[in-house]
């Protein structure tokens, strides 16, 4: 760190560091611009000085509260907890409550738990979060906080309202880049260099709950690699730090003032903190981000699959000796992937090299390869791996996959009452329609349903049941304890090992 820089000098005047807190927003962005501008923001975490003071003094200038004009919903002046009548008009005139919700309550917004079915405004409201990134004024935010807005503001920490301008925005990862045209130099941050946080490291938040602006919080990693469900490329950052609506966008930052996630989400029945935060990595925020710097919008690979998890039943019946890879279950129509060869049961197990550990793994590797990428997967098929080479397309330019369609009803039935299924052939000839399911069965209980239908077991195709109980007898010589059964239906297509008797 350069401490002859007057600038850093009046920011990191007796810097020291010790604690960090945490915000919560609703998804990151990659990516920054920091190579031809000043020295960011750092703080030396040796020497640390109980507190956070130090770190929270030299990163603020750098956080803004985001303003959005547009198609917003007003979040409700119900306090969240208070519960049906007991909200704000059940308060005496008098009550502390009242008077601080009369003044704030409008501002309420920008995180999750907000009222869905409030009316929208055309006016300006304190949106959310965000930090700038570099000297000149690109910052950082969510998509969910400024994607219904046509006009932009940020409010600084000294109170100076400025314009900004929509750069770029990725609905995928909730990330969105501002720029700030000004001039003056703004105090921005970087991201953290680190691959990942640790469980247990301390972090920082500064944010704009509840629209209140320059509010800081702390806490710990509690917890990495986070799948709730927002998109195929979750990997969120679990934080404990007190996170609210309006934290959206805003940095966590650790001890030497490098952001480590951007605040995007929270666990929470009633819409208020509970201790569970959710924040998107840097590492993952960083390529985002400056794809949407260089050209306003993000580019991603497509295979053109779908895909789901190996479980150790699957693993199991295919002969794989570790649960891991991405199974899959129907390549699409026309995709680099069904152009390469895959095959509904073949079980990628790795991407140019690297082990894939999961589908979820093996989205975010195709994603951040690239269009026009030329791969080599490793696939294991039939008891073997060998490699499949492909080039990936653009997932811009994908096209839906087709839903299989159901058969119509059986007229010949048969029972296999050690999988709890009745079957019958398909009157089109296309695999094994499931006329019945013993409702206490494995069957049901892992969600087979009648009506859909059996394409394959064990990736060998069925048109009869003769043939399928061939099939399981060889899974049995072979000392399976389960068969994978590819199932189509309405929902699409799955694969559901399930359990088979020996004898």
């Known amino acids: 760190m350069n401490m002859n820089n007057p600038k850093l000098k009046t920011i990191l005047k007796g810097s020291a560091a010790a604690g960090l807190a945490t915000v919560m927003t609703y998804i990151g962005a990659n990516g920054y611009v920091a190579q031809a501008f000043a020295e960011p923001v750092q703080v030396g975490a040796e020497a640390a000085a109980p507190g956070f003071s130090e770190v929270v003094t030299a990163v603020s200038p750098a956080v803004v509260s985001v303003r959005v004009k547009g198609d917003v919903k007003q979040v409700s002046e119900h306090m969240p907890g208070f519960g049906s009548g007991n909200g704000l008009d059940d308060l005496p005139e008098n009550h502390p409550l009242r008077r601080f919700f009369d003044q704030f309550g409008p501002s309420f917004r920008g995180m999750p738990g907000g009222d869905n079915d409030a009316p929208r405004q055309a006016r300006p409201m304190s949106q959310g979060s965000g930090f700038f990134i570099s000297e000149d004024g690109y910052l950082v935010t969510n998509n969910h906080v400024v994607e219904d807005g046509t006009e932009f503001s940020v409010l600084l920490d000294d109170g100076t309202e400025l314009d900004a301008k929509l750069i770029g925005k990725d609905s995928r990862t909730d990330l969105a880049v501002l720029k700030v045209d000004a001039k003056r130099e703004f105090t921005y941050v970087e991201f953290a260099t680190d691959k990942k946080a640790r469980v247990g490291d301390w972090v920082v938040a500064v944010g704009n709950p509840f629209g209140l602006g320059g509010s800081v919080t702390a806490g710990i990693v509690s917890a990495l690699g986070r799948d709730i469900g927002n998109g195929p490329y979750d990997d969120y950052i679990q934080i404990d730090a007190a996170v609210n609506r309006g934290n959206s966008g805003g940095p966590a930052f650790n001890l030497s003032g490098e952001v480590v996630g951007i605040n995007t989400a929270i666990f929470s029945p009633s819409g208020g903190n509970v201790g569970i935060a959710f924040a998107i990595p840097s590492y993952v925020a960083q390529?985002?981000?400056?794809?949407?710097?260089?050209?306003?919008?993000?580019?991603?690979?497509?295979?053109?699959?779908?895909?789901?998890?190996?479980?150790?039943?699957?693993?199991?019946?295919?002969?794989?000796e570790k649960d891991q890879g991405a199974l899959v279950v129907e390549p699409q129509e026309g995709s680099p992937g069904a152009?390469?060869?895959?095959?509904?049961?073949?079980?990628?197990?790795?991407?140019?090299?690297?082990?894939?550990?999961?589908?979820?793994?093996?989205?975010?590797?195709?994603?951040?390869?690239?269009?026009?990428?030329?791969?080599?997967?490793?696939?294991?098929?039939?008891?073997?791996?060998?490699?499949?080479?492909?080039?990936?397309?653009?997932?811009?330019?994908?096209?839906?996959?087709?839903?299989?369609?159901?058969?119509?009803?059986?007229?010949?039935?048969?029972?296999?009452?050690?999988?709890?299924?009745?079957?019958?052939?398909?009157?089109?000839?296309?695999?094994?329609?499931?006329?019945?399911?013993?409702?206490?069965?494995?069957?049901?209980?892992?969600?087979?349903?009648?009506?859909?239908?059996i394409a394959s077991i064990n990736n060998t195709e069925v048109t009869n049941v003769t043939r399928a109980k061939e099939i399981l007898a060889d899974a049995r010589k072979s000392d399976r304890d389960h068969a994978l059964f590819q199932i189509d239906g309405e929902r699409g297509s799955r694969f559901v090992a399930l359990p088979i008797e020996q004898g």
Do not use: M
């Open 339 to 453: 152009e390469a060869g895959l095959k509904a049961g073949d079980v990628i197990t790795a991407f140019d090299g690297k082990p894939v550990k999961s589908a979820r793994d093996l989205s975010v590797k195709v994603a951040s390869a690239g269009p026009s990428t030329e791969v080599a997967l490793s696939v294991w098929r039939e008891g073997e791996t060998r490699s499949i080479e492909v080039t990936l397309g653009d997932l811009a330019n994908a096209g839906g996959a087709n839903e299989p369609e159901t058969a119509p009803a059986p007229t010949k039935q048969e029972s296999l009452p050690s999988l709890g299924l009745t079957l019958a052939p398909s009157q089109d000839g296309d695999g094994l329609l499931i006329a019945k399911v013993d409702p206490d069965s494995e069957a049901a209980a892992r969600g087979i349903s009648e009506g859909e239908r």
């Open 287 to 320: 390529d985002v981000v400056q794809d949407l710097i260089d050209d306003g919008h993000v580019q991603r690979g497509w295979l053109g699959v779908q895909i789901q998890p190996v479980d150790a039943e699957v693993a199991e019946s295919l002969g794989l």
